[in-house]
């Protein structure tokens, strides 16, 4: 009987040591965070010229495609400037055929017609075609300007942030709205680099996002080339400036690693921001598991 309690209490310690090892590998060694994010590319998008708006063709968390109309800015001022960049280039064109016929004609006639006069021509007519060359250019960012005060959408996504009304005078280069590029969403880890050693570009990966039931299928794409060095300021041109304070209590550093999402299970809905655990099913970590 003994014997019988004596072996029990080893196997039960045996198997306690196990789950602690196996709970130390777990959440020291393998590499799984709980620091993950779904993460999208934000587009800005802004007006290229300044004006009233007049129209805005979508509503906030709209989907959009790539050329969709997304507003318009009032087209008035630069129709007009067209107009006139155009009547310019026609006034600067007949300018040019009469001077180019003058000339013409007074070099037939070099016996009757002063060289200096003749000389004056040519010149005239070279002038002509570089203001003329300038009036085309004009009439051409006219146009552009003309075409800019329709806004389409540079990337195929989602609106977000949506406040604009017609009446409101944009300025050039201000952000109207901000679009969620869809194609591009992803999820990025934040690993302690502890664990970067057993996480390799191509190795499968689970996902499970915060109070969302089903998990996400995904690989690693790639690892951060670089992250900040708190511990060092200063610009490039200048010496660095190193803290000289060193805490010997050091936590490890979290390097982000880029998921590619491969599978998203029916009904779940991927907003960035979100917060996901991120598993790596590395071969390093089973082999850390079953040599111990």
């Known amino acids: 009987m003994a014997m019988v309690r004596t072996l029990a209490t080893a196997l039960a310690i045996a198997a306690l040591l196990f789950a602690v ?16 994010k779904v993460v999208a590319d934000i587009v800005p998008v802004a007006t290229d010229v300044a004006g009233l708006v007049t129209q805005v063709c979508v509503h906030d968390n709209q989907t959009v495609q790539q050329g969709q109309v997304l507003l318009v800015i009032d087209p008035s001022r630069y129709s007009l400037a067209l107009q006139q960049a155009q ?26 017609v002063a060289s200096e006069v ?9 002038q002509l075609r570089m203001a003329l060359a300038q009036a085309v ?21 989602q609106v977000a942030n949506m406040t604009l009304q017609p009446g409101i005078y944009m300025t050039v280069g201000k952000a109207a709205l901000a ?33 969302v039931s089903g998990t996400l299928r995904g690989h690693v794409q790639s690892i951060a080339s670089a992250i900040e060095d708190r511990e060092r ?60």
Not at 137 to 156: C, E, G, K, M
Not at 263 to 291: E, F, N
């Open 21 to 36: 090892h196996a709970l130390w590998l777990r959440y020291q060694v393998e590499p799984v965070t709980r620091d993950g």
């Open 87 to 112: 009547a310019n280039v026609g006034n600067l064109r007949a300018s040019l055929a009469q001077a180019v016929r003058e000339d013409r004609r007074n070099r037939s006639m070099t016996n009757v």
């Open 118 to 126: 003749i000389e004056q021509g040519q010149t005239k007519v070279e």
């Open 137 to 157: 250019a004009a009439r051409d960012l006219a146009q552009l300007n003309l075409d800019r005060t329709v806004i389409r959408a540079p990337v195929s996504g």
């Open 179 to 211: 679009l969620v590029d869809t194609p591009s969403l992803r999820v990025e880890g934040y690993f302690e680099e502890t664990k970067l050693q057993r996480i390799h570009v191509g190795d499968a990966v689970s996902v499970h996002l915060m109070g």
């Open 233 to 292: 300021t200063g610009d490039v041109a200048r010496l660095a400036n190193v803290n000289p304070a060193f805490t010997w209590v050091r936590l490890a550093q979290r390097i982000p690693v880029r998921v590619v999402i491969d599978y998203v299970p029916a009904g779940i809905r991927l907003v960035p921001g979100q917060t996901a655990t991120v598993v790596v099913h590395s071969p390093d970590a089973k082999q850390d598991l079953w040599s111990w």
